[in-house]
């Protein structure tokens, strides 16, 4: 029973997680076509931030949150505006830039925090006991702020004229622009949503896990499984398969122990990546 | 590799002042000055990093022998570690000799590679590019997984040395520039013989090598192939260097440095990946003493080359050429990639 239940929040909070930070992604592969490898980086680097604020500056857990969001998320922008938009359509140049920002994020981090793992404190304390098994408050919060981001973000791209300006990139940029979109703008505010909801990812799962210079890269390869299973221009995609890889990285653990779990997880990848190339839910596209 | 631009433009009566001597010449010199550098450089330390340059000047070149077939591979440096294991574990568990240990490892690379590249033949451009990072993350995995086979999380130790134990650097660094200049001299007759032509062939057009009969999907097989043999050859000389391996040197982070190596150089240039390791791997060693900032000159390195040499550093004389010519004047580089 107690194993059941732990089992069950890693599911939804490990779920929740990966498809926040794969969300962001999603949205630049989408309508760029732009694999952003420095994704992972800045998920690392809101976390640390976020850590930054409560710790050395002494603030309240929630405004840091909201602060790190803020920051983070305007170097979403300058990131969209000098290193994407010169080079969109040219998939060498994109990969040669997003590397050198996360080798200079993850060294400048090394560099300030040290390699020694740490931790953001918790938002929440305390343990919610009912019968038999307890859960903390701490990862129902996590989970709870998860979800309402999801939903919130699946209202903004289906609902909202902004939104269906993404979706029209996504499908065809030219035509969208002949339509009066501004492809620019819409492409920063993207670039801005996903990296703030990389930064509040960062700062949950600091809290939940730990921190460390390099956590962005596992938390790319994710992101990376997510998008390219789900497929092009699909979010319920996204939603779909972070909850299988989310399951999947739950419960192997419990039945396979160490790497051999995370072997089964990509092998599993690889076999539906070859049995549908293009995605399970989204169309195919020549890059 | 400008010269080749020239030789196709101008006749070779018109050309003044180069015999056809003076490529080979030029190369032969080169090669005399890196097999001089042990009497100039004593330190080990740098003899260390130039044989390192060697092994991941082989790895790059065999990575772009894939790339010119229109194949983005995110795999190469898990190739590397599926020679170096393999050439390890045969030495360490069967005792048999490094010197047979080697040719065999790249060989289980090369039949890996080729019985991967099967199904992955169906899969394109940036797909292919993620089925083979997956790939090569399962590798990875599978090697932690190991158990005492391959060492687990603290890596395969106590490999033999492919030399008696004692040796210094000097004997092992000629022995990998033997080994750099063979495999070097192999993969450039393979892109310039005619299947290396049928490859460039499919990377243009996949549709129209089809309909004029080059089997796409056995050449695309046939590639990788050849890719992962020397990948495999570089991956287990480096295992009966250096002794240790842990899967962590050949993870994805490897394997990006490796296509880094490749971009920054030029991929469209048989020469681009070679000065692409020698810069990234030999400035960041000069710059050493300022230690944990050397990531930021690897880094800076290649936010220049974006911005400034978008077709990499071999395509840096013919930008500066035409800097200075009326013809070029504001243009740059204007061939088509």
Redesign the interface.
């Known amino acids: 029973m107690e194993l059941i239940v732990a089992t069950l929040t890693n599911f939804l909070i490990l779920s929740s997680m990966y498809i926040l930070v794969a969300l962001g992604f999603a949205f630049l592969f989408n309508m760029l076509r732009i694999?952003n490898?420095a994704h992972g980086a800045i998920y690392m680097v809101g976390g640390y931030l976020g850590l930054a604020f409560i710790i050395l500056l002494g603030f309240n857990p929630w405004i840091a949150l909201l602060l790190t969001t803020v920051i983070i998320a305007a170097f979403g922008l300058f990131l969209e505006k000098f290193c994407f938009r010169p080079?969109v359509g040219?998939?060498?140049?994109i990969?040669?830039?997003c590397?050198?920002?996360s080798?200079?994020l993850?060294?400048a981090v090394?560099?300030i925090a040290g390699t020694k793992t740490l931790a953001l404190p918790p938002f929440v304390e305390g343990v919610l006991r009912a019968g038999s098994f307890s859960v903390s408050y701490e990862r129902m919060v996590t989970f709870a702020i998860g979800a309402a981001l999801l939903g919130l973000i699946t209202w903004f791209v289906y609902r909202t004229k902004w939104g269906q300006q993404m979706q029209a990139i996504a499908q065809d940029m030219e035509g969208a622009s002949l339509q009066g979109i501004n492809v620019h703008r819409i492409s920063a505010l993207a670039c801005f949503i996903g990296c703030g909801l990389a930064a509040v990812a960062g700062c949950l799962m600091g809290a939940y896990l730990r921190l460390g210079p390099f956590m962005g890269?596992l938390m790319l390869?994710k992101a990376?499984?997510l998008v390219?299973l789900a497929g092009v221009g699909s979010i319920n995609g996204v939603l779909i398969a972070g909850l299988i890889l989310g399951g999947l990285d739950a419960v192997l653990p419990v039945l396979v122990s160490?790497?051999?779990s995370?072997?089964i997880t990509?092998?599993i990848?690889?076999v539906l990546?070859?049995i549908r190339?293009?995605g399970f839910f989204g169309y195919e596209?020549?890059? | 590799m400008s010269d080749n631009q020239l030789s196709i433009s101008i006749p070779p009566a018109l050309r003044t002042g180069r015999s056809k001597w003076t490529k080979p010449a030029t190369y032969t010199g080169l090669v005399v000055i890196i097999a001089l550098l042990p009497l100039l450089v004593s330190s080990p330390y740098m003899l260390h990093i130039f044989i390192l340059t060697l092994i991941y000047t082989i790895a790059a070149v065999s990575l772009r022998t894939i790339i010119t077939s229109g194949q983005f591979p995110l795999a190469h440096a898990a190739f590397m570690g599926i020679g170096a294991f393999s050439s390890g574990m045969m030495a360490k568990w069967l005792g048999w000799s490094p010197w047979l240990t080697i040719p065999l490892g790249a060989l289980v690379t090369m039949g890996i590679g080729m019985l991967i590249g099967y199904p992955f033949a169906r899969l394109r451009a940036l797909y292919y590019a993620m089925g083979s990072l997956f790939f090569g993350m399962g590798i990875i995995y599978i090697l932690y997984a190991g158990g005492t086979w391959t060492g687990g999380y603290s890596g395969l130790t106590g490999i033999p040395p492919l030399l008696p134990i004692g040796t210094s650097k000097v004997p092992y660094y000629y022995l990998f520039l033997g080994l750099a200049i063979v495999s070097l001299l192999a993969l450039y007759r393979f892109e310039f013989s005619r299947i290396g032509i049928n490859l460039k062939a499919i990377a243009q057009s996949h549709l129209v090598a089809s309909s004029v009969g080059i089997n796409e999907g056995w050449y695309r097989i046939l590639a990788v192939g050849v890719g992962c043999f020397f990948a495999g050859l570089a991956g287990a000389g480096y295992a009966h260097y250096s002794l240790v391996l842990s899967g962590s040197s050949f993870n994805f982070l490897a394997t990006l440095w490796l296509v880094m190596y490749v971009l920054i150089g030029g991929k469209d240039s048989f020469a681009g990946p070679i000065i692409g390791t020698v810069i990234l791997v030999l400035i960041p060693e000069f710059a050493r003493d300022l230690k944990i900032y050397t990531p930021f000159i690897s880094a800076g390195i290649l936010l220049i080359v974006v911005f400034l040499i978008p077709q990499g550093l071999v395509s840096l004389p013919r930008l500066i050429r035409s800097a200075f010519t009326e013809r070029g004047k504001g243009k740059g580089i204007t061939h088509a990639s």
């Open positions: 694999l490898f080079f040219d998939f060498n140049r990969v040669m830039v590397i050198a920002i080798v200079i993850q060294t090394n560099i890269d390869i990376l499984i390219i160490g790497a051999a995370d072997a990509v092998g990848v690889v990546l070859l190339p293009q596209v020549e890059i």
